[in-house]
């Protein structure tokens, strides 16, 4: 529970926040000595060297069919390939396709494969192995957890349902064209075939090992698969033949399994690995991490995540179907204290929806700050001068972590004359509660899947996506839904930006949610390892890595 004596706590935690906060670059790093090695050594000089990695858990699958994690994706990414791909800006970039163009409908979108690109197997990708790789992801036999990537191309559901032996929108044109046809337009159609799970695989790979694939996985990334020691570790190997000339660097690199954050620092502090980025350093450590002057200084990369954690309303419930008391709510939380003392300065007080990173996101909005004389206000104004009548459930799914940001939420309600009692149970029993519209306020956090305002505004917040869709509030505004289907098929610039800050804007004032804090990555690397980029969503793969001589 939140006491009075957290405000000199929370003093010193910003204080502390401000000094490691004015550090510099966007990464957090001094950088000058790795840019004067950069620049006195030879190209040449780059080459060699194994890369030790860390996964947090065993990867639930190597197969891009089913991957779904962060563990599978980090390995994933680095064997395979797609037709495009995410820098390390997030800009999608050409991989496989060396170009692509889109008709003026925005349904027609024709992609020019590079020629000479190899499977690990050495054939050579060609045109039928996209249109075989994406209608694999669509055909139920395989049981894809991906589906929906591909739900927009025309013919997509007629061919699931049986209808059809084939998906009409996927083409093989000639051996080095594919042309994918949509059934309506979609403008982040580009940044869903960035995800590993659009990668491109070999048929006769995937047909020799079957259900077994994902043990033995061929693809045409930077990086062949060599072994995966289930618990223990996955080991890659360069690939020789890789289409882009001269990568990569290094010649292997091995991720060893260590599930707990403690023994990963310890492991990172005896230089046995390379990296720490899985946001588990552990709580007891932060504030030694953080320290601007300390020994990880070098080491400390701080990024915003797209990822935004939240108390959601069931708006179809009195009185969270009453505008004002859900706007009182919000007012009555302060989400700086959360931020800056319960979760120690590692995140950042959130005041809407799309996190900072996103495309749209809007720093000039500004939400619900932290006002209890207008929290009570509102509540009169909807009838309850004497606060909320009863006691009501805020749920969440079993973690300290959580119960922590519950308490100190249910703190600040009770300030305001609102009584919740907390109830937390296990995720699968939760989640099937939040989307059978079982519960009365909820907490959850969503991250982007690509970064396009739409993967969150329009999943959240759209009416046809209420409960298991991802609309756990039940929200429902004609105007924010008409508004969310244009977005969707506008040409990307300022003008479709500016409309998602407009539905952004609308959906806050509803306040179908009470947005606590936005994500922040706080990673170490070692500083002889050059050229790891962290993006606020994806990992990205080894390709540009080089270590220092004297670390190979």
């Known amino acids: 529970m939140v006491k009075k004596r957290l405000s000199i706590l929370l003093v010193l935690a910003l204080m502390a926040f401000i000094i490691v ?43 891009p069919a089913h991957s779904t994690d962060n563990q599978s994706s980090r390995i994933i990414y680095n064997i395979f390939d797609g037709l495009v791909q995410f820098n390390k800006d997030l800009e999608v970039v050409p991989a496989i396709a060396k170009d692509w163009k889109v008709s003026e409908d925005g349904l ?82 580009l940044s869903v075939l ?46 020789e033949e ?28 005896q230089g046995n690995i390379y990296h720490m980025v899985d946001d588990d350093i552990p709580s007891g450590q932060i504030k030694r991490v953080l320290n601007p002057n300390g020994e990880f200084n070098n080491d400390l990369i701080k990024i915003p995540r797209l990822v935004t954690y939240y108390f959601g309303f069931n708006t179809q419930k009195a009185p969270f179907n009453n505008k004002k008391v859900r706007q009182a ?11 800056e003392v319960v979760k120690n300065g590692t995140v950042k007080a959130a005041h809407g929806i799309l996190p900072p990173g ?83 306020i909820f907490r959850l956090s969503w991250g982007a899947d690509y970064p396009d305002p739409d993967n969150f505004l329009y999943v959240l917040f759209h009416s046809k996506n209420a409960g298991p869709g ?7 505004n004609p105007e924010v839904d008409r508004m969310l289907d244009k977005a969707r098929s506008m040409e990307s610039g300022k003008d479709r930006i500016a409309l998602y800050q407009k539905i952004e804007k609308q959906i806050v004032e509803d306040a179908p949610w009470i947005p606590i804090y936005y994500y922040t990555t706080i990673a170490l690397v070692k500083p002889f390892v050059n050229n790891y980029h962290l993006t606020g969503q994806n990992p990205l793969p080894l390709t540009n890595v080089w270590l220092n001589p004297e670390h190979r």
């Open 470 to 476: 991802g609309n756990g509030a039940f929200y429902k």
């Open 21 to 63: 906060g004015c550090g510099g670059n966007q990464e957090g790093k001094v950088k000058n000595d790795k840019q004067a090695i950069a620049e006195n050594i030879s190209e040449q000089d780059k080459y060699g060297g194994t890369f030790q990695g860390r996964l947090s858990s065993d990867p639930a699958t190597l197969d």
């Open 108 to 189: 027609k979108w024709t992609f020019h494969l590079k020629e000479g690109v190899k499977f690990h197997n050495g054939r050579e990708v060609k045109a039928s192995d996209v249109v075989y790789s994406f209608t694999r992801i669509l055909d139920p036999k395989t049981k894809s957890e991906r589906t929906w990537l591909f739900d927009s191309i025309k013919g997509a559901k007629d061919f699931q349902e049986g209808k059809a032996s084939n998906v009409e929108g996927l083409k093989a044109i000639d051996e080095y064209t594919v042309e994918i046809t949509l059934a309506e337009s979609f403008t982040p159609f």
């Open 194 to 239: 960035a995800m590993d799970s659009a990668a491109i695989v070999p048929k006769e790979a995937v047909e020799k090992y079957g259900e077994n694939f994902a043990q033995h996985p061929v693809g045409a990334g930077p990086f062949k698969f060599v072994e995966w020691q289930h618990d223990n570790k996955v080991v890659l190997e360069k690939n």
């Open 358 to 440: 996103m495309p749209g996101y809007n720093p000039n909005l500004e939400g619900y700050p932290y006002n209890i004389e207008k929290a009570k206000e509102l509540l009169a104004e909807a009838g309850y001068p004497d606060g909320l009548p009863g006691t009501y459930e805020l749920a969440y799914n079993t973690s300290k972590a959580h119960q922590n940001v519950a308490e100190a939420v249910q703190a600040n309600l009770k300030q305001i004359g609102v009584n919740v009692e907390l109830i937390n149970m296990d995720w699968g029993t939760y989640i099937d509660k939040v989307d059978n519209g079982g519960t009365e």
């Open 329 to 339: 709510l919000n007012y009555a939380v302060n989400k700086n204290i959360i931020a």
């Open 242 to 269: 890789y289409y882009v000339e001269g990568r990569p660097y290094l010649d292997k690199a091995v991720y060893r399994v260590i599930l707990e954050g403690q023994s990963a620092l310890a492991e990172y502090e």
